[in-house]
């Protein structure tokens, strides 16, 4: 039914404020109540509406991120549907922005003590790790997870308040970097960030564009990132930032 209402051009977004059980389903959006079933009865399948939204342009709202990032596996399937959408080679649109972008760093804002579960999966598809560089975040992200984001990054960029969270959560003993995180990162690191920042994060982490440049196979998972160490992965690589 949802497959033909979309085809004929049925905007549900647009009769959405009149449905009179949005309010019971606690969802803003039909997307919305789509993962919210998702979550909560995950052997219902709701996956084929959640991809047939997504398609139509159903907006992620701060509702739907806090839904899947409240659940690896939604998380996953949304943003593999996501990826989908947006491409995976040259030419490739940024994973989440504008008001969808400001919606997710909002509720990961929100869920910073939680990063370690959904952190990775963000930024392995594409997010601009930049993005998360904010105090609320860098406050409250467990340990692990800001030791993960901070080796994505360009750390000698970061502005005084940032870093003033940083070297207060050291002096509070909630957080210490490893031996190998310094302020001013190494030209090995720098030079993967330029690749990032020239080919940008969606075309780097979802296309086969560093298998096609002229660079020794055995650097392929630095390019890629793969190297550093993810939260509560003991498989992961440890950065050799």
């Known amino acids: 039914m949802l497959e033909v209402l979309l085809k004929e051009g049925f905007s549900l977004e647009a009769g959405w404020e009149n449905w009179e059980y949005k309010d019971y389903f606690g969802a803003d959006s039909p997307l919305g109540q789509v993962l919210f079933h998702m979550v909560d009865t995950p052997a219902l399948h709701h996956s084929r509406s959640m991809s047939l939204l997504m398609r139509a342009g159903a907006r992620l709202t701060e509702e739907c991120w806090r839904l899947s990032l409240s659940d690896p596996c939604v998380l996953d399937q949304l943003l593999a549907q996501r990826c989908e959408d947006k491409?995976?080679?040259p030419g490739s649109r940024p994973l989440v922005s504008g008001e969808e972008l400001e919606a997710l760093v909002s509720?990961?804002?929100?869920?910073a003590t939680e990063a370690g579960s959904w952190l990775p999966a963000l930024l392995e598809s594409g997010l601009d790790p930049n993005a998360l560089l904010?105090?609320?975040f860098l406050k409250?992200?467990?340990s692990e997870a800001l030791t993960y984001l901070l080796e994505m990054v360009d750390r000698s960029t970061l502005g005084r308040p940032l870093r003033d969270v940083l070297e207060q959560r050291q002096?509070?003993?909630t957080w210490t970097p490893p031996a190998h995180?310094?302020?001013v990162p190494s030209l090995f690191h720098l030079c993967r960030l330029r690749l990032r920042a020239h080919l940008g994060p969606d075309v780097l982490m979802r296309s086969s564009a560093v298998t096609?440049?002229?660079?020794p196979l055995l650097l392929h998972d630095h390019l890629l990132f793969a190297d550093i160490k993810a939260p509560g992965d003991p498989h992961s690589g440890s950065s050799s930032d």
């Open 87 to 89: 491409g995976k080679g």
């Open 107 to 111: 509720m990961a804002e929100e869920d």
């Open 134 to 136: 904010v105090p609320a």
């Open 140 to 142: 409250k992200a467990p």
């Open 171 to 173: 002096k509070m003993k």
């Open 181 to 183: 995180l310094e302020w």
């Open 212 to 215: 096609q440049l002229p660079v």
